[in-house]
């Protein structure tokens, strides 16, 4: 079942919006637009305005894929203003206007390859009222980015789309400029390739891609670098921070004409979210990232994770598992693939970009132990954010997610180390084994700077898995199972409900003092399930915006006891498994 979500958050904070149209259509369409620098930014000339895009010495010729396919020159590149005008107004006094552009992104591979080689998107850039153009160093520096979905062509957004939703509460709280880019990717997608010759979408779209990219890759063809799909949904955030830069510095009523942000922080959820991981690793105007739903890097390791964990593959992935691409986990075509699109690879430039990794516990694709696969791999400042009992698309709507965003966001913006960066630090032991074993957490909370901020509340966050099943697992739903009642339609599958409620109680500090703020949980190993979970999670004072406050929610890994995995790894072919 999907619990209720996003109505939660839109009711309480994006209380209505109205629609529009203002004065002719206006736009770029040819000729590029060179943005003024400011003496803290840098680089060549790159479609419309200056080259942003970050260089990392990862190949022979110190580029991958990726960045070979957006240095690209894409002449298809455009925008227009639609005369479309949003109204929109956040708890009720928060008033905010988005202007409606078509961007045309790129042109991906040729009509030959897909149906959908031009990419055209939506992209509403939303301007709340009480934004200030002149102040350059903080609120209108960063613009808050939400990479988004949505199918079919531009001009059919809804006024109340949560996708504006997303972007309007996000400009709103951090009183800066949202933007939200849609039709990531372009979709439906017919491929004359494809055998199956049907319509795809989301992973279907994406996994094809994937196959294409393993084929071509076998017999040689260098053409495969050009097909997976990552690459044209990073291309068109890209240009969409350029459109937008382009936009707000040419618009006379937007009150800012001659000024625009910097740079942005990015947002996006499940497949967006990957884009966002990659997005920050390429364009030095990312100031923080934001990635929902999507934490599975390092993905070799973590495929093997899931199949030691689960026995099988989640169904929420049938769709690569149609492709085989489970069969490909351990061949050179797929390491050459996880090269180009694994955001672990781009590890290095992400260190210096701000990280807040959003995730749900009971997420039907990811695992809410996935991070422990890189977590100590990943450099600079990261922070994760579990919402509790959310499934995969819940994450987004949790009812604390999108307030520790905006805190996390507006600190970024304010240059704060406080607001947005809380140093936590953890330590895992075990001690026993089997059964008599027990995992024991301690978190160190440092007080070390003169304005850190000591937590409004505590929780010790715990779970139970299923007593009827072995697997490491904390879905709340399978295929495989006796249901003990109905089953449900989930997103096409005929699904078994067995929810596992997360809990939440207070955890109190084993000590204090000027410098730190420790914290102490022990859980051990259940008798009457197979695995137990636990996680402890912090509520910070975040932002205050009239009668609507922000905390910011941060937390530890996810800890599991017995600390082992249920079912033995496969190699190469073995792998590929059942749906589970």
Not at 12 to 29: D, E
Request: charged letters at 20%; proline letters at 8%; a negative charge.
């Amino acid at each position: 079942m999907a619990p209720l979500r996003k109505s939660i958050v839109v009711t309480a904070l994006f209380a209505a919006v109205v629609l529009s149209l203002h004065g002719a259509v206006q736009g770029r369409k040819a000729s590029p637009l060179v943005l003024p620098q400011d003496e803290d930014t840098s680089g060549e000339a790159f479609g419309s305005a200056r080259s942003y895009l970050r260089e990392s010495p990862l190949g022979e010729d110190g580029t991958t894929a990726l960045d070979r396919y957006l240095k690209m020159p894409d002449p298809e590149y455009k925008w227009v203003d639609t005369g479309v005008r949003i109204k929109g107004v956040v708890s009720s006094v928060k008033h905010w206007t988005g202007y409606m552009l078509k961007l045309t992104s790129q042109r991906w591979l040729t009509d030959a390859d897909s149906s959908c080689s031009l990419w055209e998107h939506d992209l509403v850039v939303i301007i709340p009222d009480d934004v200030n153009p002149t102040d350059k160093l903080t609120n209108f520096a960063t613009a808050q980015f939400y990479i988004s979905g949505d199918n079919g062509p531009p001009g059919k957004v809804s006024p109340t789309d949560e996708d504006i939703a997303m972007a309007a509460n996000l400009a709103v709280g951090t009183k800066s400029i949202g933007v939200s880019l849609l039709q990531i990717p372009n979709q439906p997608c017919t491929f004359p390739a494809d055998p199956k010759k049907q319509s795809r979408g989301e992973d279907a779209f994406i996994a094809f891609t994937w196959r294409r990219f393993l084929d071509l890759k076998k017999a040689g063809d260098p053409q495969a670098e050009l097909w997976p799909a990552r690459l044209p949904m990073v291309k068109a955030a890209v240009r969409a921070m350029d459109a937008t830069q382009e936009f707000i510095y040419q618009c006379d009523e937007c009150g800012t004409k001659g000024k625009y942000p910097q740079g942005f922080t990015v947002f996006g959820a499940s497949k967006r979210g990957w884009t966002t991981w990659l997005t920050g690793a390429v364009d030095t105007r990312v100031k923080g990232i934001a990635p929902i739903a999507m934490d599975a890097l390092n993905f070799k390791k973590t495929f093997h994770l899931w199949y030691q964990a689960l026995g099988g593959w989640s169904f929420a992935i049938s769709d690569y598992y149609a492709e085989q691409i489970m069969d490909e986990i351990d061949t050179p075509e797929m390491d050459a693939l996880m090269a180009i699109v694994d955001p672990i690879v781009y590890k290095d430039r992400l260190k210096d970009t701000p990280k807040l990794v959003v995730s749900g516990t009971n997420d039907e694709f990811f695992m809410p132990y996935d991070n422990h696969v890189w977590w100590d791999d990943m450099p600079g400042v990261k922070h994760s954010l579990i919402a509790v009992n959310a499934d995969h698309r819940d994450a987004s709507w949790c009812p604390m997610t999108l307030p520790s965003m905006i805190a996390w966001a507006y600190g970024i913006m304010q240059h704060s180390d406080v607001a947005s960066n809380p140093e936590l630090d953890w330590q895992l032991s075990y001690t026993g084994d089997g059964a008599n074993q027990v995992a024991n957490l301690t978190v160190t909370l440092s007080l070390g700077s003169a304005a850190a901020l000591k937590p409004t509340k505590v929780n010790v966050v715990y779970s139970y898995s299923d007593p009827d099943s072995a697997r490491l697992d904390w879905r709340w739903y399978s295929v495989d199972k006796t249901c003990p009642g109905p089953t449900i339609n989930y997103h096409g599958v005929n699904v078994c409900v067995h929810p596992y409620p997360w809990i939440e109680k207070p955890l109190t500090p084993v000590s204090t003092s000027d410098a730190e703020i420790v914290y102490n949980y022990s859980m051990p190993a259940p008798s009457t399930n197979p695995f137990g979970a636990f996680f402890v999670q912090f509520f910070f004072p975040g932002v205050t915006e009239g009668i609507v406050e922000y905390p910011l929610v941060v937390n530890t890994q996810v800890v599991t006891v017995p600390n082992t995995l249920p079912f033995p790894d496969c190699q190469g072919t073995q792998c590929s498994g059942t749906l589970v």
